[in-house]
């Protein structure tokens, strides 16, 4: 499988705080990798390092073989790297639709007309919820409904890569379950790369075909999905603080 993102002895300090202690990371073409760990082991700032909104100390972050380290954050869903932050972030006083146009908004080659109009119907195609919300003011929206409309708004741009955190969040099972058939879904029908940061480790490691295990700022573990599922070292983690059960 070729390699699309690739993440070398990556260092990230926040002050005297060493968040991220030189990790490797890598996610291919047609891929899931899911990210693990429990809080503050480092999964956001791994994030928001590869989409440049995070300083580094230290390392390389390469996209299709090209240096990521020097480009803007603005620059990279042009490139075709799409990030939806945890805490979803939706524009409160925006409309769903409004919301979804933004993703689009000033980035270059970037649908619009006609193309925009596709897009859309293909994203309201995955979450029927939000062509029924078009309209409504996103502040107004459930909490499953801003997460799907954050997921949307990232794929607008019909990115090439998804970086994802914690897209199921403080949600309710059967939301998690929506977002989870979305994420097999654009993987499977768009071929899109995800990089899956999760607490629902069960969840993730259903979906992804590598994962690797942060603790404070460094790769504990890793491997196939389904050996890491089947590890005892990971069976008997504390992942966000609660045990994870297989
Ligand atoms: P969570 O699941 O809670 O978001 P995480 O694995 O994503 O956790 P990070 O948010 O990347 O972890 O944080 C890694 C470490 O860096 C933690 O010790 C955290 O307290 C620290 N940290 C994160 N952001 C900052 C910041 N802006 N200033 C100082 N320290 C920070």
Aim: aromatic share 6%; with cysteine.
């Amino acid at each position: 499988m070729a390699t699309v993102l690739a993440v070398k002895n990556l260092v990230v300090n926040y002050g005297a705080v060493q968040a991220l202690k030189g990790i490797d990371v890598e996610l291919g073409e047609h891929d899931i990798v899911a990210v693990l760990g429990a809080n503050g082991a480092g999964k956001t700032t791994l994030l928001k390092s590869i989409s440049r909104i995070q300083t580094i100390k230290g390392g390389t972050i390469e996209f299709k073989g090209k240096d990521l380290v020097a480009t803007p954050a603005f620059r990279l869903a042009g490139l075709g790297i799409s990030h939806v932050p945890e805490g979803r972030h939706v524009f409160a006083t925006l409309t769903t639709e409004e919301n979804l146009n933004l993703g689009a908004y000033g980035v270059r080659n970037m649908p619009a007309g006609k193309e925009l109009q596709k897009t859309k119907e293909w994203i309201f195609g995955l979450f029927p919820i939000l062509k029924e919300r078009r309209k409504q003011f996103a502040g107004t929206l459930s909490g499953g409904e801003q997460q799907m409309l954050a997921i949307g708004r990232g794929l607008i741009s019909k990115p090439h890569v998804l970086l994802l955190d914690e897209p199921s969040l403080g949600l309710a099972p059967i939301i998690v379950q929506e977002i989870f058939r979305v994420i097999r879904q654009i993987h499977e029908e768009e071929g899109v790369s995800i990089l899956l940061v999760e607490q629902n480790a069960r969840k993730a490691l259903g979906v992804a075909r590598y994962g690797y295990i942060l603790e404070l700022g460094k790769i504990a573990i890793e491997g196939d999905a389904c050996d890491l599922k089947n590890d005892e070292r990971v069976r008997a983690a504390y992942l966000g603080g609660s045990k994870v059960i297989f």
